[in-house]
């Protein structure tokens, strides 16, 4: 059994540093895709505060289908290029939206969501899967955020 704990008081930076490190942990030497995404997205869940969801799309196709997750039950199948995440997918680029009421094209799988942060999980040059989080405040997320789940996909993307 895994223990991970996070310090409320820590920089940011430290705390996703901490994140990584854990998910690294988690993942190492496990082959299966979907049990790494299962961990990683219980792992996000139990230490990113403000959450509505947290996890993982898959990029099959032309579409995104769900992965492990946790929150409210979500949307199974995204195309790419549409929405945050189909966004994301197709460009490449991670997606910080302040405001999802903001964002042309926004799909609502849950309306108590108010801010998305979205990045792509890339393995030689091409997008795998993508990781989503998902807040019930807007500029939930922050560049500090960004760069911590920008590492983390990083970190998974040969894992996934």
């Known amino acids: 059994m895994y223990t991970f704990a996070a310090d409320p008081a820590q920089p940011k930076a430290d705390f996703y540093d ?44 032309k579409e995104l289908v769900l992965g492990p997750f946790c929150g409210k039950p979500a949307c199974i199948r995204i195309p790419i290029g549409q929405g945050v995440c189909g966004t994301a997918a197709a460009s490449g680029e991670s997606q910080l939206v302040p405001d999802v009421q903001g964002f042309a094209g926004h799909i609502a799988c849950d309306a108590a969501s108010r801010s998305e942060l979205v990045v792509p999980v890339k393995r030689d040059g091409a997008v795998v899967a993508v990781i989503d989080l998902d807040a019930p405040r807007q500029n939930r997320f922050d560049s500090d955020d960004l760069n911590g789940i920008e590492h983390l996909a990083w970190t998974l993307a040969e894992r996934l």
Do not use: C, K
């Not at 299966?32 to 799309?57: C, H, K, R, S």
């Open 18 to 61: 901490d994140l990584v490190a854990a998910a690294d942990a988690l993942t190492a030497g496990e082959s299966d895709g979907i049990a790494n995404m299962a961990n990683v997205a219980a792992l996000m869940w139990q230490l990113i505060p403000e959450l509505t969801w947290a996890g993982f799309y898959r990029a099959i196709g």
